[in-house]
């Protein structure tokens, strides 16, 4: 079976990433990981992508610290249209994604984000979630446009909020609903006829 071609891009430590590579090597997920770019240097992911001998490169913006110029994105257009990626997955990439990317990617985009959308865009949605006094919290995966946490949502997976909760626990209570949710969207992507 012809494996579906991914670009990671991420900014933090990688733990979705890392679920990735996990589903791909149980054969959860029929796809394979041609290059991880991060916009920070160091970055944890950058390091588990070289653990596992997956190309990778840093394109980072100095001039801006919630998106990449337009010149920078066009850099990592080239770096994604040059390793043949087909859907690019965003995981904890920090910046929003502007017209050189999207236009290079139509529908081929996905992000995932630690809150129920529409509720609680933005950063540190888990917090937002526990200081609104939620009983429910969750993440969701969705499409990308070019609206901060906007688009279209393709699945969303919910974990309670429990008694006692810090920002900390609730963070990594959703990050283990988020290492099964992306895998198998991706999956699932990978398998339909959207390519
Ligand atoms: C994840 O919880 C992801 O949902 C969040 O960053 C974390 C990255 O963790 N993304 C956002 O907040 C995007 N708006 P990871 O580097 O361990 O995958």
């Given amino acids: 079976m012809r494996k579906l071609r991914i670009g990671v891009l991420g900014s933090g430590k990688g733990s979705n990433f890392r679920a990735i590579l996990d589903a791909i090597a ?25 653990e596992a001998g997956v190309k990778n490169a840093t394109v980072i913006d100095r001039r801006y ?16 249209t040059e390793a043949g990626v087909e859907l ?11 017209a050189p990317l999207l236009e290079a990617f139509p529908r081929r985009i996905i992000n995932i984000h630690p809150s129920l959308l529409p509720k609680f ?14 009983k429910v919290a969750g993440c969701t995966v969705h499409y990308v446009d070019a609206g901060m946490d906007t688009g279209e949502i393709i699945a969303r997976a919910e974990v309670p909020v429990l008694p006692g909760d810090t920002a900390e626990t609730l963070h990594a209570r959703i990050q283990v609903a988020e290492h099964r949710l992306y895998p198998e969207v991706v999956a699932t992507l990978a398998t339909s006829d959207f390519r």
């Fill in 121 to 134: 865009p933005g950063l540190e949605a888990w917090r937002q979630a526990l200081e609104a006094g939620e």
């Fill in 88 to 98: 690019v997955v965003l995981a904890g990439y920090m910046r929003m994604v502007k």
């Fill in 26 to 50: 149980h054969g959860r997920l029929a796809a394979e990981v041609a290059v991880v770019v991060s916009d920070v240097e160091g970055a944890g992911i950058l390091r588990l992508a070289e």
């Fill in 65 to 80: 610290k919630t998106r990449l110029s337009p010149e920078t994105e066009a850099e990592l257009v080239a770096i994604l």
